[in-house]
T-cell receptor, first 110, second 112 residues
Framework: QKEVEQDPGPLSVPEGAIVSLNCTYSNSAFQYFMWYRQYSRKGPELLMYTYSSGNKEDGRFTAQVDKSSKYISLFIRDSQPSDSATYLCAMRDTGNQFYFGTGTSLTVIP | DAGVIQSPRHEVTEMGQEVTLRCKPISGHDYLFWYRQTMMRGLELLIYFNNNVPIDDSGMPEDRFSAKMPNASFSTLKIQPSEPRDSAVYFC??????????FGPGTRLTVL
C-alpha cells in the first residue's frame, strides 16, 4: 500500500464549477499537508500548506484536513480554465520525509 | 528573483554515460532538495541539503547517484553510469523554511 493515495483522474469540469480533489494516507505520523499545482512541463508550485485538522482558505482555494479519517481535500471555487493543471498532494512526517501523491489531472472547460 | 534555475532543460544520453544535472537555488534559501518524477512513481525526494550539508540521502536509489553542494548557490546531481530506467524529470527545489519549497523547471533526462 502506498503511503499516499490520490485518484489520478482525469477530471473534467465546466468553468465556474466547484472542484474537489482528495488524498488519503495511512501514516499517522504525517503532520504537515500541502497541495501543489503543476502545469504541463513545469515544476510544481506550492498552493497551500497546513498542519492542523480543519479548513484553511486562500482566495478560491480551501484546504481541508481530517486527521481522524486520514483524508485531505482541496476545493476550488469558481473554477477557471487557468486552473487546468495536475494537482499534487504532499505530506511530511515527523522524520522530515516528504511523500507526494501521483497527482490528479484537472481540465476546466470554458 | 529569477527563481530556481536548472540546467540543462533536456538531456539525451546513452546508457553507461555520466550525466550531471545542475541547480542554482534562490538566494537566501537554506534548504535545497533534489526530486525525481516519473509517471509510475510520481515525485520522489532523492536528497536534501541544509546550509550546503547533505542531511538525508535515503531516497537516492543507488550508488550510481551522487549529489554535491559546494556552496550556497550551486548544487549538482550526478548519475554514473546512467541506465535507461533513470529516464525521468529531475527537479531541484529550494526553501527558506523546509516546508515551503520552490521548484525549478526541471531537467528532462532520457537515457537510451
Amino acid at each position: 500500500q502506498k503511503e499516499v493515495e490520490q485518484d489520478p483522474g482525469p477530471l473534467s469540469v465546466p468553468e465556474g464549477a466547484i472542484v474537489s480533489l482528495n488524498c488519503t494516507y495511512s501514516n499517522s505520523a504525517f503532520q504537515y499537508f500541502m497541495w501543489y499545482r503543476q502545469y504541463s512541463r513545469k515544476g510544481p508550485e506550492l498552493l497551500m500548506y497546513t498542519y492542523s485538522s480543519g479548513n484553511k482558505e486562500d482566495g478560491r482555494f480551501t484546504a481541508q484536513v481530517d486527521k481522524s479519517s486520514k483524508y485531505i481535500s482541496l476545493f476550488i471555487r469558481d473554477s477557471q480554465p487557468s486552473d487546468s493543471a495536475t494537482y499534487l498532494c504532499a505530506m511530511r512526517d515527523t522524520g522530515n520525509q516528504f511523500y507526494f501523491g501521483t497527482g490528479t489531472s484537472l481540465t476546466v472547460i470554458p | 528573483d529569477a527563481g530556481v534555475i536548472q540546467s540543462p532543460r533536456h538531456e539525451v544520453t546513452e546508457m553507461g554515460q555520466e550525466v550531471t544535472l545542475r541547480c542554482k537555488p534562490i538566494s537566501g534559501h537554506d534548504y535545497l532538495f533534489w526530486y525525481r518524477q516519473t509517471m509510475m512513481r510520481g515525485l520522489e525526494l532523492l536528497i536534501y541539503f541544509n546550509n550546503n550539508v547533505p542531511i538525508d540521502d535515503s531516497g537516492m536509489p543507488e550508488d550510481r547517484f551522487s549529489a554535491k553542494m559546494p556552496n550556497a548557490s550551486f548544487s549538482t546531481l550526478k548519475i554514473q553510469p546512467s541506465e535507461p530506467r533513470d529516464s525521468a524529470v529531475y527537479f531541484c527545489a529550494s526553501s527558506p523554511t523546509y516546508n515551503e519549497q520552490f521548484f525549478g523547471p526541471g531537467t528532462r533526462l532520457t537515457v537510451l
